[in-house]
């Protein structure tokens, strides 16, 4: 899971395809980290290609009273950086990219590009043929590719994507898995007990009864 070093401004980006969740998932994570962890953070959206958005996030954050920012450039995305450097925790609420369209993600590269280092988290929806899956992992590799987190683990009873997706790539770490839409409390850090557990039983709700 995500680490703060006291001190040090993190800034943690969120990248993937569209409608895995990845707006709700960074307020699920926002909460966590501001309202029980005592963090500073603000939310940054740039998502420039559906219509409003923007609102999703902004509601979030007044709801949470964490500040959102809209970026529309990289160079937007720098300043605003600048503008919050003494933040704990700058999450970054990027575009849904279809994996297909090499244009979009060079335009996501430039973005995580002004900032060095940037922790990118790819969303993955639990639900996503092994496949299709595959080929996100290698088309977003044009970016650094930090941590996989997955969600909608509540949508679906075959698990093995989990496994299958972190040899695949090369044993990149599985940060989080969300099981639902409430915010805060439908996201946990992943476990390897668990997740092994759900891959080989399938238990799903047993889980969900124990962790409340």
Do not use: C
């Not at 790539?169 to 557990?197: C, F, H, K, W």
């Amino acid at each position: 899971p995500i680490q703060t070093v006291k001190g040090t401004t993190k800034v943690v980006a969120f990248i993937g395809p569209t409608g895995v969740g990845k707006t709700t998932t960074i307020a699920k994570l926002a909460a966590k980290y501001a309202l029980i962890e005592n963090k500073s953070i603000v939310m940054v959206g740039a998502d420039t290609y559906r219509i409003a958005a923007d609102l999703q996030l902004k509601k979030y954050g007044e709801i949470m009273g964490i500040p959102v920012e809209i970026v529309m450039t990289p160079d937007d995305f720098k300043k605003v950086i600048n503008k919050h450097i003494d933040k704990d925790l700058i999450f970054f609420d990027t575009a849904g990219r279809s994996p297909r369209n090499k244009k979009h993600l060079v335009e996501l590269k430039e973005f995580l590009s002004v900032y060095s280092p940037v922790e990118t988290h790819l969303v993955i929806s639990s639900v996503t043929k092994y496949f299709d899956a595959i080929s996100i992992i290698n088309n977003f590799g044009l970016v650094p590719i930090h941590r996989v987190l997955f969600t909608k683990l509540d949508e679906t009873k075959n698990y093995g994507l989990m496994l299958n997706m972190s040899v695949s790539s090369g044993g990149i770490p599985i940060s989080y898995v969300t099981l639902g839409q409430n915010v805060p409390d439908d996201i946990e850090a992943a476990d390897p007990g668990v997740i092994a557990r759900l891959i080989t039983k399938g238990d799903f709700e047993s889980w969900i009864r124990q962790r409340t």
